[in-house]
């Protein structure tokens, strides 16, 4: 017999540069998503900074106050026992990724760098981010 599993999806109304806000919306979507019995919760691309950031995602400024923001969802009461699936901007080795970063009970289990970029469009990833390459694991 299989087990029942309540997922949570976010369309969050982020606004670009608003980290205050975009927090308080997080973690109300995350009230709401355990209010009603989800067990993981996925919220939209780049939501702790907003999707529209432009060029500011080549500002130092801007990955600080997207981690500031996912250290304040880490410790909060509210993201305890439930997965919580949020994304953020992340530089590595020199390079910037669009990445989902996932924790659960004040510890971040994965973080996924985007391997297919859009870039048709209105959309232009590439002018930000790099898409990730590397098939393997890699130690941060």
Sequence with gaps: M??????A???LNQWALDFNG??????KSIEIAKKEGAKYRLGPELEICGYGCADHFYESD?????????????ES??????ICDVGMPIMHHNVRYNCRVIFL???ILLIRPKMLLANHGNN????????????RSVSL
């Design 22 to 27: 975009n927090l308080s919306r997080i973690l």
């Design 9 to 11: 999806t976010c369309s």
């Design 2 to 7: 299989g087990r029942k599993v309540t997922l």
């Design 62 to 74: 801007t990955l600080l106050h997207c981690f500031q923001v996912l250290k304040s969802l880490l």
């Design 77 to 82: 009461p509210l993201t305890q026992d439930i």
């Design 124 to 135: 232009r990833e590439f002018r930000w981010f790099s898409p990730w390459s590397q098939p």
């Design 105 to 107: 009970n004040k510890k």
